[in-house]
């Protein structure tokens, strides 16, 4: 009733030349009459690219009854694939209303997008990695058919659109394969509603002829609900539709069926019509329209000689792909008689209706698994991107335990011994220098080359000395580059640093010490300092080996090595061990951050892929919703992440052995929970971004900050104050020092530090995947 009204409504406020037929005629010539199946009133729509608004629908109006094939013809940028978008219920209209079943698309009580309706996008919208069986698989798990249902309808759409093996990769077969093939994705299920853009380019004559009659028996019969929308460049080929809608400038010119427009025109084809309308509309571009039609001219031209070319087979039912497998196929429509049309649509209808079981369409379950199977069938064919999954996380962990956090070896250090007259030491007394058998200590033959005692405990595999004469060749030599440092001692050094000893002790004036000789029992060091990690090696090395030596000389007068110490004494540690090193520090962090990056990047590129390949609009338009695609997505990536956790972790803790204080869980727990977040972030970057390119620098983006603030390479407490607290927001920063509590002290989660790593971390991946399905669902 609700129809009628704005039907009628439509019929006043209708085109200047659009007509008011409301019926049309089967091809064998009957009258085709019944409830409408799409219909848009009144619809106004523009498209914004930055400041530029670009008009596309303006005032379209147009109804398609149910169980026709009704033809969209138009010039390029008419609007003919916005209008499909907005059929399926990809785009919405900004005014006026769109109707498929009675119902806006979108909604439940449509069906559309869903099970109901096959479509087949312009662009190839196919998974070029993937052989026919793969892509068809896919949509049968969305759709909820049968294995037996699925292998008739696989082995009918092999033989009749004429595809190469089921198993060669689509990437592999010509343009014109891959376009049946896609083709075939929309026809599987034999829908209720089948839109199709322009799916005949491409295609040879034969095969052109071939689909039109398959189309044809889709809808050949009373009572038989499918409905075809198809737009075409071949404006002859639409003569078999049963109702055509010429647009240009986004609104339709004439809408009727083929017959009554050629008569009302009185024009031998509809490209004249379609010339007329054009003029009609007031167009002044005349010249440019009679090009255009003259190129259409001779495409059809080339087309209908290949026709009749093939025409004999036809007529015998040869040729066509399905007349000659099946025998039951269409002939061509003129020789279709009334009673085969409709037995043989019987029969479509009896197939029709077994292929989709809406209990099982309905199953979000269903089409969750599908898009799960799909991505890792995706995966196994990219073995690059497996690589890059499983082995890199390896990769990094061994490059990081291997390079990071070591001592610095082999450091060439500059030494001028004038003691020894410049020269390696080639041995030196280990006995006790002072004589102590008297009241003080009395010299004796050993005090000598205390220099040499002392270089001797110089660790030389990592201070390794080269020996100069002097010092400003040892000087110019780390002018050079050539050495780290110098350190020299002087000639007396060892009497300079007994008097120093005793006699600074001895003296009764301590205000009076000879600092000339007390200078000179100095041992000085002079470094380059430009590489800080290598400078606080040295000095370490030099100040432990002044400890060593001062131990061994007291130790071998028989004195207690204790009075060698300086009175500070660092006991042992109650958290770590001495030998703990900065790859120790640095580990905890390096787990989260490479499990959490490589899971953001793998889930960047996810939905940026499939948007780009046409595949995502097909998914979500064959009844995937974008919350059922986010969480098949979120799974994958649970899955690949648990892989990489455990690769991460065996080779950082059993292979490296860095060392785990606490529970195995806990970090397992928490590097799995950062994964996610990794995962989530990336899909919202997915989502954003448009181009692989674009996910790529936003990724790269957030890395390197994440890195530097996140406490992972060095302590947040150096931080200035604002930056630390910005830091503390970040995914990674309190997971990290709660890693650090877990791996390193052997915490649990009654300690703050780990829960608060915890919480912060789910807190993440909540308001991540919340945003991102927002995104998608948009
Ligand atoms: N996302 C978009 N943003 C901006 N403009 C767009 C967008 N999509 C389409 N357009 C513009 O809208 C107009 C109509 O596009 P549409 O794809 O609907 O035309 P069409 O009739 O299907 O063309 P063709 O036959 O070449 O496929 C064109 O001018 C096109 O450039």
Redesign the pocket.
């Known amino acids: 009733m609700e129809d009628q009204t704005e039907q009628e409504q439509a019929l006043v406020n209708g085109n200047s030349v659009a007509t008011s037929a409301n019926e049309s005629k089967l091809p064998n010539g009957q009258t085709k009459e019944g409830p409408v199946a799409i219909k848009i009133s009144n619809a106004y729509k523009h498209?914004?690219?930055g400041q530029?608004r670009?008009p596309?629908l303006l005032g379209l109006d147009m109804e398609v009854k149910k169980g026709q094939i009704y033809g969209l013809l138009?010039?390029?940028?008419?609007?003919?694939?916005?209008?499909?978008?907005c059929i399926v219920g990809k785009l919405t209209v900004e005014t006026g209303s769109v109707r498929v079943f009675g119902e806006p698309p979108g909604t439940p009580a449509s069906g559309v997008p869903g099970p109901r309706v096959g479509y087949m996008p312009?662009e190839l919208a196919i998974f070029l990695e993937f052989n026919i069986e793969e892509t068809l698989t896919y949509f049968r798990r969305i759709f909820g058919m049968t294995r037996k249902q699925y292998e008739d309808r696989l082995q009918f759409l092999m033989k009749f659109l004429d595809l190469p093996s089921k198993t060669r990769s689509l990437i592999n077969m010509s343009g014109g394969q891959q376009r049946r093939a896609s083709l075939a994705i929309a026809l599987l299920h034999e829908p209720e509603l089948l839109i199709l853009?322009?799916p005949t380019v491409g295609v040879d004559p034969l095969l052109r002829s071939a689909i039109w009659n398959h189309l044809t028996e889709m809808t050949d019969c009373f009572g038989k609900h499918c409905t075809i929308v198809i737009?075409t460049?071949y404006i002859e080929e639409a003569r078999q539709a049963n109702r055509v809608g010429m647009?240009r400038f986004?609104k339709l010119l004439a809408e009727d069926s083929p017959e009554e427009l050629l008569r009302r025109f009185s024009k031998p084809n509809l490209e004249d019509v379609f010339l007329d309308l054009c003029l009609q509309d007031g167009d002044l571009e005349t010249a440019k329209v009679r090009e255009e039609r003259t190129q259409r001219r001779s495409i059809l031209k080339f087309s209908k000689k290949k026709s009749e070319a093939a025409k004999p087979d036809l007529e015998n039912g040869q040729g066509c792909q399905m007349v000659v497998t099946n025998g039951k196929g269409p002939k061509p429509k003129e020789k279709v008689s009334a009673t085969n049309s409709t037995a043989s649509a019987r029969s479509v209808s009896s197939t029709v209706s077994k292929y989709i079981d809406q209990k099982k369409s309905n199953l979000t379950s269903q089409r969750v698994t599908a898009c799960m199977i799909k991505t890792f069938n995706r995966m196994k064919k990219r073995v690059g991107l497996l690589v890059y999954q499983f082995i890199l996380p390896a990769l990094q962990v061994s490059l990081f335990c291997l390079a990071i956090g070591q001592d610095p070896k082999e450091l060439p250090v500059a030494v001028v011994n004038l003691e020894n007259q410049g020269q390696p030491c080639a041995g030196h007394p280990t006995e006790c220098p002072f004589d102590m058998t008297f009241i003080g200590p009395e010299i004796n033959d050993n005090l000598q080359n205390l220099s040499c005692r002392y270089l001797s405990f110089m660790d030389a595999s990592i201070a390794r000395p080269v020996y100069y004469e002097n010092y400003e060749d040892a000087h110019q030599a780390v002018k050079n580059g050539e050495a780290w440092g110098v350190i020299s001692m002087g000639q007396n050094f060892s009497r300079n640093l007994y008097d120093r000893i005793f006699e600074s002790v001895a003296s009764e004036d301590l205000t009076k010490v000879n600092l000339d000789k007390f200078n000179a029992s100095q041992i000085q060091v002079e470094m380059d300092i430009t590489n800080q990690h290598i400078a606080f090696t040295l000095q370490l090395k030099f100040a432990e080996a002044f400890q060593q030596f001062m131990e061994q000389l007291v130790t071998s007068c028989g004195i207690n090595k204790a009075v060698a110490n300086i009175p500070l004494t660092f006991l042992d540690p109650i958290y770590g061990t001495p030998e703990l090193t900065f790859t120790d520090f640095m580990a905890p962090g390096i787990i989260l951050t490479i499990v959490h990056s490589m899971a953001l990047g793998y889930s960047a590129m996810i939905i940026i892929l499939e948007r780009n390949e046409g595949l995502l609009d097909r998914t979500w338009i064959a009844g995937v919703t974008p919350g059922e695609f986010a969480l098949a997505h979120f799974l994958v990536s649970l899955v690949v992440n648990f892989l990489q956790v455990v690769v991460t972790l065996t080779f950082m803790i059993l292979v490296f052995q860095v060392p785990n204080e606490g529970s195995l869980c806990l970090v397992f727990l928490l590097t799995m929970l950062q994964g996610v977040a990794g995962t989530t972030i990336g899909l919202i970057i997915s989502a954003v971004c448009k181009t692989q390119q674009d996910a790529t620098q936003i990724a790269l983006g957030i890395f390197y900050p994440n890195l530097i603030l996140s406490g992972i390479i060095w302590p947040v407490e150096s931080m200035p104050l604002a930056l630390r607290y910005f830091a503390y927001t970040l995914p990674q920063t309190f997971a990290c020092e709660a890693m650090r509590g877990i791996l390193l002290r052997g915490w649990g989660m009654a300690f703050m530090p780990v829960w608060r790593g915890f919480v912060v971390t789910l807190a993440w991946i909540i308001g991540t995947y919340i945003i991102f399905k927002r995104l998608v669902t948009k």
């Open positions: 498209y914004t690219s530029k670009t596309v138009g010039p390029s940028g008419c609007g003919k694939t916005t209008v499909l978008k312009q853009d322009e737009t460049h647009m986004g």
